[in-house]
């Protein structure tokens, strides 16, 4: 099972940044997929989440209305698209899934929101 996760950077407040997540050595289109991120200091916390098939997602209150999971079966690839994005954004951004009772990640990607 492996994950690649891209698409992070510097942005200014307000703006945006999509970031993607290539799996691959699993069935990934029959597994629900999470975004987590974790700042520094912080604990890892879960962002936003999908079912397998992408017709129901969930996120967390900090990012409702302002971030879109997504994903593409066909693609074996998952995305995050982050809007009016804010300071307290900043984080290591991890793309995720319970595969064999076990948590699997990538190695993720920074993001930074900072004027």
């Known amino acids: 099972v492996q994950f690649v996760e891209s698409g992070g950077g510097l942005v200014q407040p307000g703006g945006s940044l999509r970031l993607s997540c290539a799996a691959s050595?699993?069935?990934?289109?029959?597994?629900?997929m999470s975004w987590y991120r974790q700042a520094p200091g912080k604990e890892r916390e879960q962002v936003a989440a999908?079912?397998?098939?992408?017709?129901?997602?969930n996120y967390a209150d900090s990012v409702k209305g302002r971030f879109t999971i997504s994903r593409d079966n066909a693609k074996n690839t998952m995305y995050l698209q982050m809007n009016s994005l804010k300071p307290e954004d900043t984080a290591v951004y991890y793309c995720?899934?319970?595969?064999?009772?076990?948590?699997?990640w990538g190695q993720g990607t920074q993001v930074t929101v900072s004027s």
């Open positions: 999908i079912t397998s098939a992408g017709g129901s997602t």
């Open positions: 050595g699993f069935t990934f289109s029959s597994y629900r």
């Open positions: 995720s899934a319970l595969v064999g009772l076990v948590r699997r």
